[in-house]
């Protein structure tokens, strides 16, 4: 009998050094330096920021995504989802954990397809902390479909050169190199006709013609990048994986993507849960407090049960790609808590901040935040409809059609069918009678 919801205690005296760790000395940054996490911290913030990634290095808690030879500590997708539901709580956190995404995935495809040199010279600095990386792959007029991508790689001399537009490449403007997918052979088609290039970020050539900002940010100051890739010449090392890769290389780092998001989210979703609780608790109406409420009871048991289901979820997926150590195995189901994962956070968020009234739709409150991060949720990595359709298709593999004219689990048919099936017994009751 192999199920079992417990954390082993060793491992859960790290998770509860984590959670305290995070509430007291990491949300603080969140406040300081909100939407500053990506930026290359100055002298100053290094006097903050350096002391609590050691003291998660000596926790043994840093980069706990990859596996001992690449500086983590391997302790696999479950342990991560544990320990990333906490982080989650917090913009700084994953930052100091050094388990921060874009750069997660981005490292790990380089630990996967990248040489020896490509190792050294990208991923050791990027799992060390100290640069961060982008990867370009949406385009204006493609968003995340290949089959649509124009921008192109072609050779030139030994090496590459790249053309075309990228939009949404996030933290295009702090990155230190960008992962950069292309059309290296258009008549192969997208799944082996494109590749990934490592392109260091003064490449001559790399134009950030917008930094595209979200919801209320200000114009132009945004985080996600429109790029025109401009007759970038890249050298022959550049290519990660092999000329015609991209495609697989890109299923392998979504995949991991999309599962970490979920993993934080449960952490956001929970961290509403918590507030609704405390003000439904503290908030007094003419006869009582507005936990006495039935509608309120009822947002915050709806809540209660959606994230733990979505929790419970989240833990199978990572428990799963453990088990199988191959995202591909486990598409469908990364794809479904895509899915899942909008939803509960925009329903957990949407009924913290009604119970908040008008504080909760204030900027004084990060309700508003979190309904906009939702929405991101249902869109970065590829939209949910997207998702629906890859896991209807892998559902319905699983399924046949049936020759006849009745559906299998028409009940007049399945009733003559169990009458003929035990006719003999049935014909002894009626002749006992
Ligand atoms: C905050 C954020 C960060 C991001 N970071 C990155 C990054 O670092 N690098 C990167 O390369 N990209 C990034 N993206 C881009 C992201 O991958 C795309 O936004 C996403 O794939 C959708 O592409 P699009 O925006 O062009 O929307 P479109 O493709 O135009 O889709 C718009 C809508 O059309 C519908 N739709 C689209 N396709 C289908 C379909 N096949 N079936 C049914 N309905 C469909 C959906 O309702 C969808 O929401 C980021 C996006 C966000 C919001």
Same mark, same amino acid.
């Given at each position: 009998m192999a199920w079992d919801f417990e954390t082993e205690s060793e491992f859960q005296a790290k998770l509860d050094w984590a959670d305290t760790f995070v509430r007291e000395e990491v949300e603080p940054l969140d406040l300081l330096w909100h939407g500053l996490q990506f930026t290359p911290p100055d002298a100053e913030k290094r006097k903050i920021i350096d002391p609590l990634k050691d003291e998660v290095r000596r926790r043994r808690l840093w980069a706990a995504h990859l596996g001992p030879e690449l500086g983590g500590e391997g302790y696999g997708q479950l342990k991560l989802a544990l320990l990333n539901e906490i982080l989650g709580r917090s913009e700084w956190a994953p930052i100091i954990f050094g388990c921060q995404a874009p750069d997660t995935g981005n490292a790990e495809i380089i630990a996967h397809y990248g040489t020896d040199e490509q190792k050294e010279r990208y991923l050791r600095p990027l799992l060390d902390g100290e640069i961060f990386s982008c990867y370009s792959m949406t385009e204006p007029q493609a968003g995340s479909d290949p089959a649509l991508f124009e921008t192109r790689a072609e050779p030139d001399g030994e090496g590459w050169v790249i053309n075309g537009w990228k939009f949404f490449s996030s933290n295009a403007r702090t990155a230190s190199f960008f992962i950069v997918m292309a059309v290296t052979d258009p008549d192969a088609g997208p799944y082996e006709g494109m590749s990934m290039f490592l392109v260091p970020a003064d490449t001559p050539g790399i134009r950030i013609e917008r930094n595209v900002g979200l919801g209320d940010e200000p114009a132009g100051d945004g985080a996600h990048a429109l790029i025109h890739y401009d007759n970038v010449r890249v050298g022959p090392d550049a290519v990660l994986g092999g000329p015609g890769q991209a495609f697989a290389i890109a299923q392998t780092r979504l995949g991991g993507g999309r599962v970490h998001h979920a993993m934080r989210t449960i952490g956001?979703?929970?961290?509403?849960?918590?507030?609704?609780?405390?003000?439904?608790?503290?908030?007094?109406?003419?006869?009582?407090?507005?936990?006495?409420?039935?509608?309120?009871?009822?947002?915050?048991?709806?809540?209660?049960?959606?994230?733990?289901?979505?929790?419970?979820?989240?833990?199978?997926?990572?428990?799963?790609?453990?088990?199988?150590?191959?995202?591909?195995?486990?598409?469908?189901?990364?794809?479904?808590?895509?899915?899942?994962?909008?939803?509960?956070?925009?329903?957990? $968020?949407?009924? $913290?901040?009604?119970?908040?009234g008008a504080l909760g739709m204030s900027n004084e409150m990060p309700f508003q935040r979190m309904l906009l991060g939702a929405g991101v949720m249902g869109m970065a990595d590829g939209p949910t409809e997207v998702h629906k359709v890859t896991v209807a298709r892998q559902v319905l593999r699983g399924h046949q059609p049936t020759d006849g004219l009745w559906p299998t689990g028409h009940l007049p048919s399945r009733t003559e069918a169990a009458r003929a099936k035990y006719a003999a017994h049935l014909d002894r009751e009626v002749g006992n009678l």
């Open positions: 956001l979703a929970r961290k509403a849960l918590d507030m609704m609780c405390e003000r439904a608790l503290s908030r007094r109406t003419r006869d009582g407090v507005l936990a006495d409420k039935q509608f309120v009871q009822g947002y915050i048991a709806d809540s209660y049960a959606q994230l733990t289901q979505f929790r419970l979820f989240v833990l199978y997926v990572a428990w799963s790609i453990d088990k199988h150590n191959d995202y591909r195995k486990v598409r469908k189901d990364i794809a479904a808590v895509k899915i899942v994962m909008p939803q509960v956070l925009h329903d957990i $968020a949407q009924r $913290a901040a009604q119970v908040h």
